[in-house]
């Protein structure tokens, strides 16, 4: 199909409207990703037979990598993901950076719950958010000239989001087998939460220099599952991976399907990171843990029959959370602190060398006059056909665990998860055309 | 497409990488990762 030039969008003015109309996209995309990114962890836990968590964390991947092709090529058409790359070809090492860096933090996370417990590895991860900010203020001049109020409104929120995850963590791990206390726990999960909170860097400046995030993700996909292919074979070696991926194969599919709802949160996420940068959006997404720990008490009963204090420590772990939330969200950037952001894009385009119109353009969610529009080809079906074929296959071999559900909040909060990729998804749509 | 990237010598996009702080904290970030996570295994 040959590509479409555009000759409909206007070239990139700037407009008080619609930059806030973006910061408000940018908030939407948070809480959306926070939805979908908690709704993740709903297939695995139907997964209860013993297998490593490293092969489990592989197949989650293998999951990611196939909907990181197939969602891009879907909605925007490879041809616009080469065309991304062929303007700004450094930011592919960026994106292979992110996933490398994703692939270890993920890894790490599990020895941490292993050796410490989620209850105390959880909060410590969750610090990333604190660390995202510092790279944002640092590297690409986020919150400067923000004001008072604002930096508070960040800061205070992140600092309260991370006492109310650490309430929600001690509620939803009480009951368990306490972990044997180690201090390799606790490096691990600091690891984890350095690991990810740096993660965002590649996130911000790819976003800063005009790359779409569906181009972003596409190269994102192949450091993580090529790091986490690397970390999987030293750990249990080729055959016994083999041995061990055969046996998982009648749970794969909801592995998979885990790792698909995953993406489609990481996708609002990185558009989170796009319009409000990395100091709002990541606490924003961060919002994930409340979403998973609804799914578990809600559908899998997870707390039932426990002690009313319990409850109390998640209703006050969830009411600080959304507190939180609500404050990164009533901290939008101002003019004068975007025009910093716009100051760190021009250093980067002066940098690399990439095209300051297609950079103004892309910050303002526009395409740039002349551009070709993005089109699907034989390639973009072929991939998700291809795609929908595996998932097809090892939806074939599943095996429906034989599980206690609540269908009724299932259903709630499957709703919710739909009625937020609907408006998040239409709004992105009719704003940027997911630029 | 004048001022692209593309256009850029390969030499000097590579130059302006290895300079790049932004290239360095999170390779040195993934390079300690590695190291504990080998410290830990």
């Known amino acids: 199909m040959l590509p479409v030039i555009s000759t ?124 995202g900010i510092l790279w944002g203020f640092l590297f690409f001049n986020e919150l ?31 009951g368990h087998a306490s972990a044997a206390h180690s201090l390799n726990g606790v490096w691990a999960a600091l690891g984890a939460g350095i690991l990810w909170g740096t993660m965002y860097i590649p996130y911000r400046k790819a976003y800063l220099t005009g790359m779409n995030p569906l181009s972003f993700v596409t190269f994102f996909s192949f450091g993580e599952l090529g790091m986490m292919s690397i970390l999987s074979v030293s ?61 578990g008490i809600l559908v899998f009963g997870e707390l039932h ?31 004068q602190e975007q025009s910093r952001w716009k100051e760190a894009a021009t250093r980067e385009s002066d940098r690399y060398n990439v095209a300051a119109d297609f950079v103004e353009a892309r910050m303002d969610g526009r395409q740039l006059l002349g551009e070709a529009k993005p089109s699907r080809g034989v390639l973009d079906w072929l991939l998700v056909i291809a795609a929908t074929s595996v998932f097809v296959i090892f939806a074939a071999m599943a095996r429906v665990p034989q599980m206690s559900l609540h269908w009724g909040p299932a259903a709630l909060l499957t709703g919710a998860l739909f009625f937020l990729l609907i408006t998040c998804g239409l709004s992105l749509w009719r704003t940027t055309r997911f630029n | 497409m004048p001022g692209s990237s593309a256009n850029q010598p390969t030499t000097s996009r590579l130059a302006s990488i290895l300079t790049d702080i932004h290239f360095w904290v999170p390779v040195a970030v993934l390079m300690g990762g590695l190291l504990l996570l080998r410290f830990i295994r």
């Not at chain 1, 790490?108 to 990333?128: E, Q």
């Not at chain 1, 400067?144 to 992140?158: H, K, P, S, Y």
């Not at chain 1, 998640?314 to 101002?334: D, E, N, R, W």
Request: net charge positive.
């Open chain 1, 8 to 131: 409909t969008t206007p070239p990139a003015i700037p407009d008080v409207t619609r930059s806030k109309k973006l910061q408000l996209l940018g908030i939407l995309s948070g809480f959306a990703a926070g939805a979908w990114l908690g709704a993740a962890e709903a297939p695995t836990k139907l997964v209860s037979i013993g297998i490593s968590p490293m092969v489990i964390s592989l197949i989650m991947v293998i999951g990611v990598f196939l909907a990181r092709w197939s969602l891009p090529a879907l909605i925007l058409g490879t041809a616009s993901v080469r065309a991304d790359v062929r303007r700004a070809p450094h930011l592919v090492i960026w994106a292979l950076l992110a996933g490398c860096l994703w692939a270890v933090a993920n890894t790490l996370t599990i020895y941490a719950i292993r050796d410490i417990g989620l209850s105390i590895a959880f909060p410590l991860w969750n610090s990333n958010s604190l660390l």
């Open chain 1, 144 to 174: 400067r000239q923000a004001g008072w109020r604002r930096l508070a409104g960040v800061l205070g929120g992140a600092l309260v989001m991370c006492v109310g995850a650490t309430m929600l963590a001690i509620a939803s791990s009480s």
């Open chain 1, 235 to 295: 750990s249990l070696g080729l055959a016994p991976l083999w041995h061990e991926l055969l046996s998982a194969r009648s749970v794969i599919f909801w592995l998979m399907l885990g790792g698909f709802v995953w993406v489609i949160g990481d996708i609002f996420q990185q558009y989170a990171a796009k319009y409000v940068g990395i100091s709002r959006g990541i606490p924003l997404s961060n919002s994930n843990q409340l979403w998973g720990l609804l799914w």
């Open chain 1, 305 to 335: 029959g426990r002690g009313s204090s319990i409850y109390l420590e998640v209703i006050g772990g969830s009411l600080l959370m959304m507190l939180g939330v609500a404050a990164i969200a009533f901290s939008s950037a101002t003019g």
